[in-house]
């Protein structure tokens, strides 16, 4: 992101705004003087325009919300180097479909095909993918959003990070999809 625009040198603007007969060099420091605690609210505001101009230009596209993310809570991380990553369409990746005719050898709830094409009849149970001899963590989401872990303070946990990080995601999620944290 280029904020160079918004760099200001107050060494120019205090020589533009004195007029030539006043000039003086301890005039000139007096000035630079009266003007240094502009350079630290100016380095603040430059800091501000940065996370602005990052936060306009993410999307919901999985490489730009992973980006952003890393972006914002990198500083948390136990390890700088790890990512997050975002997993998209877990729920192709996983399913099974089986014919209702064909006898229940399969896990508990997966997409059932309709052979005939009544409206009527639906795709009425709900997928859970499962990996490898996994039964309690399974996953119903659309989304998989694989956190690195933090160091945990007493002010801020886990479940502070979750929240933050659901309110980043929520405002670039532009339809409901389900989607699920988790910390890795």
């Excluded at 479909?97 to 896990?107: F, Q």
């Excluded at 009527?120 to 872990?149: G, M, V, W």
Aim: glycine fraction near 2%; aromatic fraction near 10%; hydrophobic fraction near 35%.
């Amino acid at each position: 992101m280029n904020i160079a625009r918004y760099n200001i040198d107050n060494n120019k603007v205090i020589c533009r705004v004195i007029p030539f007969y006043l000039r003086g060099r301890k005039l000139i420091l007096l000035m630079e003087a009266c003007a240094h605690p502009l350079k630290s609210i100016h380095t603040e505001f430059k800091k501000w325009a940065l996370e602005r101009m990052i936060e306009a230009s993410t999307t919901s596209q999985a490489m730009s919300l992973q980006w952003y993310l890393t972006h914002v809570f990198q500083s948390l991380f136990i390890d700088k180097k790890q990512q997050f990553r975002i997993i998209p369409d877990t729920l192709s990746l996983g399913a099974v479909i089986y014919d209702k005719e064909e006898p229940k050898t399969h896990s508990d709830n997966t997409y059932l095909y309709n052979k005939t094409n009544d409206p009527a009849i639906e795709f009425t149970e709900q997928i859970i993918l499962r990996y490898k001899d996994e039964t309690e963590n399974s996953y119903n989401a659309d989304i998989i959003i694989n956190a690195p872990k933090i160091q945990e303070t007493a002010e801020y946990d886990n479940d502070n990070y979750i929240n933050d990080i659901r309110k980043r995601v929520d405002k670039y999620m532009t339809t409901r999809i389900a989607y699920e944290i988790k910390i890795v």
